[in-house]
T-cell receptor, first 112, second 114 residues
């Protein structure tokens, strides 16, 4: 079973920031938080991952709370092409070869 | 394009037929994974290769399923005697060796069983 909890759906206006929450209250010290998204009829796309520090790349920012029990993925200026299902996944430090366990994710709808 | 490549993108077949899918991972990625995704659900893990060795198999991988990765490059997933319940998207992913390297996915093969 997935170790994360996400809202089933969210809406965002084009050009605004999209903030997608994820709860992972049972995360252990060596587990990373990964975010993927899946646009209709495509494979999941890797976005970002982190352990305890906030991370930023060209796609998004990841904010992890100090107790690591929750995190937020931020898309700073959402566009219509960001409409997708977003998955938050936790994965152990030494589990590089094991499966990603996907939940049902959050369906983000960006509208003009 | 240097991403994960899957072929074919779509496959329609009659129940009872055998099908084979191919996955070409990103160059230099030693790890290769197969997942299955049904409508409305997230992907589910099927199996994992480290180079040519198949190191992990999910209980979802029944004896009608077989995967290979000869020479540690491309991989094939074969389903024998297909059933209606095999209709799904079959996704391949690859990653480099090393802790916490993210997996990168192809766009999948959509299988429809008539």
């Amino acid at each position: 079973d997935a170790k994360t909890t996400q809202p089933p759906s969210m809406d965002c206006a084009e050009g605004r920031a999209a903030n997608l929450p994820c709860n992972h209250s049972t995360i252990s010290g060596n587990e990373y938080v990964y975010w993927y998204r899946q646009i209709h009829s495509q494979g999941p796309q890797y976005i970002i991952h982190g352990l305890k520090n906030n991370e930023t790349n060209e796609m998004a920012s990841l904010i992890i709370t100090e107790d690591r029990k929750s995190s937020t993925l931020i898309l700073p200026h959402a566009t219509l092409r960001d409409t997708a299902v977003y998955y938050c996944i936790v994965r152990g430090f030494n589990q590089a070869g094991t499966a990603l366990i996907f939940g049902k994710g959050t369906t983000l709808s960006v509208s003009s | 394009d240097t991403g994960v490549s899957q072929d074919p993108r779509h496959k329609i077949t009659k129940r009872g037929q055998n099908v084979t899918f191919r996955c070409d991972p990103i160059s230099e990625h030693n790890r290769l994974y197969w997942y299955r995704q049904t409508l409305g659900q997230g992907p589910e893990f099927l199996t994992y290769f480290q180079n040519e060795a198949q190191l992990e198999k999910s209980r979802l991988l029944s004896d009608r399923f077989s995967a290979e990765r000869p020479k540690g490059s491309f991989s094939t997933l074969e389903i024998q005697r297909t059933e209606q319940g095999d209709s799904a998207m079959y996704l391949c992913a690859s990653s480099p060796t090393g802790s916490n390297q993210p997996q990168h996915f192809g766009d999948g093969t959509r299988l429809s069983i008539l």
